[in-house]
């Protein structure tokens, strides 16, 4: 959830105008923090090209724990709007994660430094869509759709986003009806509502989570919230909650439920869960593997049929020295992969500590040094152990229902021979129930870059226990 949050803010910067601006940020009521955003002709590398710097900061709570969010951003695109460079840097609770992208005629090359761990990655430039900064400056008169990719600094990664002119349209800023174009900004994870007056300045943007980002003066985007203003929880705001109370998730065996308002076509269907619908209507059956179903195969037949996820990838280095180390003291001897990748989950789950105050990616080692984390954290742990001892492993982000009610979490699937086993490092059980529904699944820049489920309405149509 606080990655999608992270790249959601950075892009609606790009919102503002081309002079310095600021931009509060509102969640139910509540001022959440501000954006500022400056552009301005520059020279890179002896080029003309227009410099733009955005700000971000944002101070709310999640889970009971205080959530502060400092993002940066400057990029230098061409006189044609190409990028040349950009910077992303991004703190919260003393982490930091900072990127750094050159990009040349066919790819771009990345330097990542995620909490002083450093790492580097090449992307191929995707072709039949320009890569933008500012989304705006794709509305043109009489266009009603365009297509662009955004570099989402989180995932290291290209989204494919689409621009929709709606035309004209009403709002309401602070209490007030205002008239104006509205404009959706559709990226795959979920949409981002916008409008504009007929000069092009910001009105006002509906982002996810219910946050209002509204143009004001730099005096009111710096200051203070008054004493005494509530502490917006982002974790509740975010939640999703069922028509009817579910007890006792834990020892759910069976669940099928009714998602109302939401695109699920790119959530997964697969052993774990099954899907059923179209449109905005979906069926859901969460079904998970039984740990003491089929047999499990031995780890070295599994990384042979499963040998893509084995291997390294952002965030998780399972080929150093000292993750291998850690892996042979954890698994053992353990024969197969069921019983070792028991010994991973068992192994991070007492190994680190809740602090969900924690707001950026962050890579194994950092976890593994500061013992501490967040639900994506623990996942990210786990699997590098994992792949370190040669077990196949992939993340997962969905939900999970604490409590009668939804929450965005992540755990792990290993392969274990014909099937991908879920397992969760985070909860205190074995056996995952099947409380836990998949939005997606794969390395870092695929397991996070998930549908997200705002305003869905669920119904819950059966559960089973055994």
């Known amino acids: 959830m606080k990655k999608l949050l992270s790249i959601l803010i950075l ?33 890179l590398n002896g080029k003309a090209v227009r410099q733009s710097d955005s700000k ?40 930091e994660q900072k990127v750094n992208a050159a990009f040349g005629s066919s790819e771009v090359k990345l330097d990542i430094e995620n909490s002083g761990t450093k790492s580097q990655k090449v992307l191929k430039i995707p072709q039949g869509a320009p890569i933008v900064d500012d989304p705006i400056s794709l509305v043109v008169t009489g266009s009603k759709a365009r297509v662009f990719y955004v570099l989402d600094p989180t995932t290291v990664s290209f989204v494919k986003n689409n621009v929709r002119v709606l035309g004209k349209g009403s709002t309401t800023v602070r209490g007030k009806p205002v008239q104006g174009t509205e404009i959706e900004m559709v990226d795959p994870r979920a949409t981002t509502k916008v409008w504009v007056s007929a000069k092009g300045d910001l009105i006002k943007a509906e982002a996810p989570m219910g946050i209002e980002m509204i143009p004001v003066s730099r005096e009111e985007a710096l200051g203070k919230a008054p004493a005494g203003s509530p502490i917006v929880d982002l974790a509740s705001a975010t939640s999703l909650k069922t028509d009817r109370e579910i007890n006792d998730p834990d020892s759910l065996s069976k669940l099928k439920l009714m998602f109302e308002g939401r695109d699920l076509s790119r959530v997964p269907s697969d052993a774990h869960q099954t899907l059923n619908g179209s449109g905005k209507e979906w069926v859901v059956t969460v079904h998970p593997l039984r740990l003491t179903d089929g047999d499990s195969i031995s780890i070295e037949e599994a990384g042979k049929q499963q040998a893509a996820w084995v291997k390294p990838s952002l965030h998780i280095p399972s080929d150093s020295a000292r993750f291998k180390a850690i892996a042979k003291e954890v698994v053992g001897d353990s024969p197969d992969v069921r019983s070792a990748a028991l010994k991973v989950r068992a192994y991070v789950n007492r190994t680190l500590k809740p602090n969900a105050g924690i707001g950026v990616l962050r890579d194994a080692n950092d976890v593994l040094d500061t013992k501490e984390g967040v639900c994506r954290d623990y996942a990210i742990l786990a699997a590098t152990i994992s792949r370190a001892a040669g077990i196949p492993t992939r993340l997962v982000s969905g939900l999970v229902n ?10 792990v699937e290993v392969w274990d021979g014909g099937r991908w086993l879920a397992l969760d490092p985070t909860g205190g059980s074995e056996q995952i129930s099947a409380a836990h529904v998949k939005l997606a699944n794969g390395n870092v820049e695929d397991a996070f870059t998930f549908t997200f489920l705002e305003k869905a309405k669920v119904k819950v149509l059966e559960m089973k226990r055994d």
């Open 11 to 43: 892009g609606l910067a790009s919102f503002a105008a081309a002079e310095e601006t600021y931009l509060g940020m509102y969640l139910q009521g509540s001022k959440i923090g501000y954006t500022s955003y400056t552009s301005i002709d520059a020279k």
């Open 56 to 95: 971000t900061r944002m101070g709310a709570g999640l889970l009971g724990a205080a959530l502060q969010i400092e993002s940066d951003s400057t990029t230098w695109p061409d006189p044609a709007g190409r990028p040349v460079k950009m910077l992303f840097a991004m703190r919260s609770s003393g982490r």
């Open 402 to 411: 604490w409590d009668g009610t939804f929450y965005y979490h992540a755990w």
